[in-house]
């Protein structure tokens, strides 16, 4: 059974520091990995998106890796800035069944708090 | 700009009542999903839907309806046999095989009242 764990649960940073969030998981048979943004009270933004067959992606301070191998992901985020304060989910996606149907199997986030 | 809608934002439910909540799509995604958040939880699955007119349960369907009659719409229907209602719901939906990804919308926070 596929679990996905974020480590740390919760995390506080002065303004400026560069900063890395942990994902596992246990089954390496995923198709994606993707990285959701939540805050308080609102829906999920989406981060960053990598395939199976990537090692990384890059969207401006953010920048995810992936090593299916270790059931790993990690989000690397550079000079953070207030306004990065939110819930940071991981998600894994596997199949669902013998079909085209996929399925997403969620960690419980990681509640990021950058002070000024 | 493409997005999802959840309706309404906020809903109160009294016992024994069915609600619906309502989202609508226009990314031209083929499937379309429902969770539930509570807190201390990860996001559970309630049903899904890959093409219209199909739809099928997930993990949580329990006390819960859905219909998918046009590609852009998928509401989810809260019965009285839904015990503990009270939770934030968040529609999804994705192209099929879902290479690119999920994109999900602003939620709906139901509370029994």
């Known amino acids: 059974k596929q679990e996905v764990t974020q480590i740390p649960a919760a995390l506080s940073v002065p303004e400026g520091e560069n900063l890395v969030l942990n994902c596992s998981f246990t089954d390496s048979a995923i198709y994606n990995l993707q990285w959701f943004r939540q805050d308080p009270g609102k829906g999920l933004t989406s981060l960053l998106l990598?395939?199976?067959s990537q090692r990384e992606q890059t969207s401006g301070r953010l920048n995810a890796s992936l090593d299916k191998s270790s059931g790993r992901s990690t989000l690397y985020i550079a000079a953070s800035q207030p306004g990065d304060s939110a819930t940071y989910l991981c998600?894994?996606?596997?199949?669902?069944?013998?079909?085209?149907?996929?399925?997403?199997?969620w960690g419980l986030g990681t509640s990021l708090a950058v002070n000024p | 700009d493409g997005g999802i809608t959840q309706s309404p934002k906020y809903l109160f439910r009294k016992e024994g009542q069915n609600v619906t909540l309502s989202c609508e799509q226009n990314?031209?995604?083929?499937?379309m999903y429902w969770y539930r958040q509570d807190p201390g939880q990860g996001l559970r699955l309630i049903y899904y839907s890959q093409i219209v007119n199909d739809f099928q349960k997930g993990d949580i369907a329990e006390g819960y309806s859905v219909s998918r009659e046009k590609k852009e719409s998928f509401p989810l229907t809260v019965t009285s046999a839904q015990k503990n209602p009270t939770a934030f719901y968040l529609c999804?939906?994705?192209?099929?095989?879902?290479?690119?990804?999920?994109?999900f919308g602003s939620g709906t926070r139901l509370t029994v009242v």
């Open positions: 998600a894994v996606i596997i199949a669902l069944n013998a079909g085209n149907n996929r399925k997403l199997i």
């Open positions: 990598i395939q199976s």
């Open positions: 990314l031209n995604h083929d499937a």
């Open positions: 999804a939906s994705s192209r099929q095989l879902s290479n690119y990804g999920y994109t």
